[in-house]
T-cell receptor
Framework: EDKVVQSPLSLVVHEGDTVTLNCSYE??????LLWYKQEKKAPTFLFML????IEKKSGRLSSILDKKELFSILNITATQTGDSAVYLC??????????FGKGTRLHILP | DAGVIQSPRHEVTEMGQEVTLRCKPI?????LFWYRQTMMRGLELLIY????????DSGMPEDRFSAKMPNASFSTLKIQPSEPRDSAVYFC???????????FGPGTRLTVT
């Protein structure tokens, strides 16, 4: 059965810290891995990764995929209180199914 | 573009009643997904469509749940009869094609008493 496991489940850090969120997966016929940010509303798209070792970057957020070890990390540097959210990892298989992990709840203390 | 549109945004109903949730995907998007989100179980995939055709409904919890996509701009998720354990936020999401990122609607918060 396909699955996505995220760790840690929750994380509390101080503003300015750097955090690393983890996502491991088992999926038949992998196509892509996606990261989303969810505040109080719907998830919003951050990154899509399809190739190993190529970093995707957007401001203070970056992500990389390792298709051999079946995991991805999401890094956030110089965290701000506005980064507080649930971060969701999802995996798409070649039959077009997209399944999500349970998320990492990140809280940034001022 | 208006984004994915869902209605109603909130629904409170009594156990045993029929509930219909509606979704209008982004124009030009050919893939549509229905998810259910709870604190305990996270985001669960219920069913997804490509070009209006249901591809995989193995996530639909039981026969009380059904989904249709009669055309490219409209989909419904129906629960009949509803039960308290169906209480959750139901999200609809669409993408241009398989392999493109999913964009989510605002969700419908369903409470069954």
């Amino acid at each position: 059965e396909d699955k996505v496991v995220q760790s840690p489940l929750s994380l509390v850090v101080h503003e300015g810290d750097t955090v690393t969120l983890n996502c491991s997966y088992e999926v038949t016929n992998f196509r892509s891995l996606l990261w989303y940010k969810q505040e109080k509303k719907a998830p919003t798209f951050l990154f899509m990764l399809t190739s190993s070792g190529i970093e995707k970057k957007s401001g203070r957020l970056s992500s990389i995929l390792d298709k051999k070890e079946l995991f991805s990390i999401l890094n956030i540097t110089a965290t701000q209180t506005g980064d507080s959210a649930v971060y969701l990892c999802a995996v798409e298989s070649r039959d077009d199914k997209i399944i999500f992990g349970k998320g990492t709840r990140l809280h940034i203390l001022p | 573009d208006a984004g994915v549109i869902q209605s109603p945004r909130h629904e409170v109903t009594e156990m045993g009643q029929e509930v219909t949730l509606r979704c209008k995907p982004i124009s030009g998007h050919n893939s549509l997904f229905w998810y259910r989100q709870t604190m305990m179980r996270g985001l669960e995939l219920l069913i997804y469509f490509n070009n209006n055709v249901p591809i995989d409904d193995s996530g639909m919890p039981e026969d009380r749940f059904s989904a249709k996509m009669p055309n490219a701009s409209f989909s419904t998720l129906k629960i009949q009869p509803s039960e308290p354990r169906d209480s959750a936020v139901y999200f609809c999401a669409s993408s241009k094609m398989p392999g493109a990122p999913l964009l989510f609607g605002p969700g419908t918060r369903l409470t069954v008493t």
